[in-house]
């Protein structure tokens, strides 16, 4: 898949770009309270030679703080100025009945079930969680019959007075158990928030997604499909074909997990339909399909930034933290080395 040397040049890459975290600084004062607080003299700036690196707050997910404007500091503090919202700060701000389950800890158990970790007892956790977000989803579904748009704006205004854009959108709305009416209100949601597209996990369903495509039309944004490692150079084939709203949301990461070959051409083919690419260091299924600390992994990120680069492709590329945070760090600090990293690729 690589040359034998690829790992290694890319470790000596890894270690010098971690050098250039070292004089980054906090920008501006805490916005824990009010937006009123959001008055800085610098704003982030992560579009380097053209390519914009943004980030998923999913990435935030073991900070402790999960609100809008924590969530909004965190962006700040990593230097990006664009990301994928998730949900739950959004929703929250808008005044959200507030969910029955621990997000971080449901997270962490539904991506241990993903890698077939879970022992009995966190099993039966993972059940006992799933079945009150079930019922925790139909007292939501009410909510947003009624809530309306307006905070959302406000929130859209918030981030950009402080410099960041809201590209994406991922409210977990866009499901074959969620509504009609919820899947018109992530994209009228979407929309009041300034992003482009919004993204969901790819549902394995030919007919949900030529709706959800349809219905995107007639809001004019665009669904865009994440994938793990199901991910195939055709898997959104279908989804593409129904609908010129329908798009990826390509994740490098695990299309190198999954076993694929050439994960560059992906990005080569189906680039005019990629809306975001998450970005992620993970090993082939020979060496295990690790998810770990960037440039030590068989995921090509400095060459797919690179081609991004050359080609003048316009889609974000969206950091996803989701190694072990090492003791005594952070995600934040995490993040800010993943674009020092990135930074680096783009700038050699």
Not at 5 to 25: M, P, Y
Not at 103 to 109: E, I
Not at 323 to 345: F, H, M, N, R, W
Request: proline residues 5%; negative net charge; contains cysteine.
């Amino acid at each position: 898949m690589k040359p034998k040397n690829s790992i290694q040049q890319r470790r000596s890459f890894l270690k010098n770009s971690t050098a250039l975290i070292a004089g980054a600084t906090l920008l501006g004062p805490s916005v824990f309270g009010a937006p009123s607080f959001l008055n800085f003299t610098t704003q982030p700036n992560s579009k380097i030679k053209g390519v914009q690196l943004g980030l998923i707050t999913y990435s935030f997910r073991t900070m402790p703080d999960q609100s809008a404007e924590a969530t909004l500091q965190y962006i700040l503090d990593t230097g990006i100025n664009a990301v994928e919202l998730m949900g739950d700060p959004a929703e929250q701000y808008a005044g959200k009945p507030e969910s029955p389950v621990n997000r971080m800890a449901f997270y962490g158990l539904m991506r241990r079930k993903r890698n077939n970790e879970l022992n009995d007892e966190e099993e039966k956790e993972f059940i006992e969680m799933q079945s009150k977000l079930e019922a925790y989803s139909k007292t939501v579904a009410a909510w947003r019959a009624m809530v309306s748009m307006d905070k959302f704006v406000a929130l859209r205004k918030m981030y950009n007075d402080a410099g960041v854009n809201i590209y994406a959108f991922k409210p977990n709305a866009f499901g074959k158990d969620n509504t009609d009416e919820e899947i018109n209100w992530g994209m009228k949601a979407a929309k009041a928030l300034g992003a482009s597209h919004v993204t969901l996990e790819h549902p394995s369903d030919d007919a949900h997604t030529l709706k959800l495509g349809q219905m995107a039309e007639k809001h004019n944004v665009f669904v865009a499909y994440h994938g793990h490692e199901q991910q195939t150079p055709t898997f959104w084939d279908t989804a593409l074909e129904q609908s010129s709203h329908n798009a990826l949301n390509l994740d490098l990461g695990h299309f190198v997990a999954a076993g694929n070959e050439a994960p560059l051409e992906i990005v080569k083919e189906k680039h005019s339909h990629i809306k975001s690419m998450h970005l992620k260091d993970r090993q082939t299924p020979e060496h295990d399909k690790g998810n770990v600390l960037w440039g030590t992994g068989d995921t090509p990120i400095v060459e797919v930034l690179q081609l991004m680069r050359d080609n003048k492709y316009t889609f974000p590329a969206t950091i996803e933290l989701e190694y072990d945070i090492p003791e005594g760090s952070d995600a934040v600090q995490e993040v800010k080395k993943c674009l020092a990293y990135a930074k680096k690729a783009l700038e050699s």
